[in-house]
């Protein structure tokens, strides 16, 4: 059975470099191939502090996107325009 794990994966392409946040699948130690990437950047630092902000997500209340609305438990959230 293999396992998987987040990773962070460093490109070349055309003389671009990109950092990408990946899962990374296994098995008895051995790298079988990295899936689709989450989230990328050219430099290593805007990953780390993208992946800062992203965590800060879980330090708020989960928001519930239904019917065209956003909700926070039984409160509907107002919503802007661009």
């Not at 070349?12 to 989450?38: P, T």
């Not at 330090?59 to 409160?75: A, D, M, S, T």
Request: hydrophobic share 35%; charged share 30%.
């Amino acid at each position: 059975m293999s396992e998987w794990c987040y990773a962070v994966i460093k490109t070349k392409k055309e003389g671009q470099v990109n950092y990408e946040l990946c899962e990374l699948h296994y098995r008895e130690g051995k790298i079988l191939a990295h899936g689709e990437v989450f989230t990328n950047f050219d430099r290593l630092k805007e990953l780390k502090d993208s992946y800062k902000a992203m965590a800060e997500a879980f330090e708020h209340p989960v928001i519930e996107f239904r019917g065209g609305n956003y909700y926070q438990g039984k409160k509907k959230l107002p919503i802007g325009s661009w």
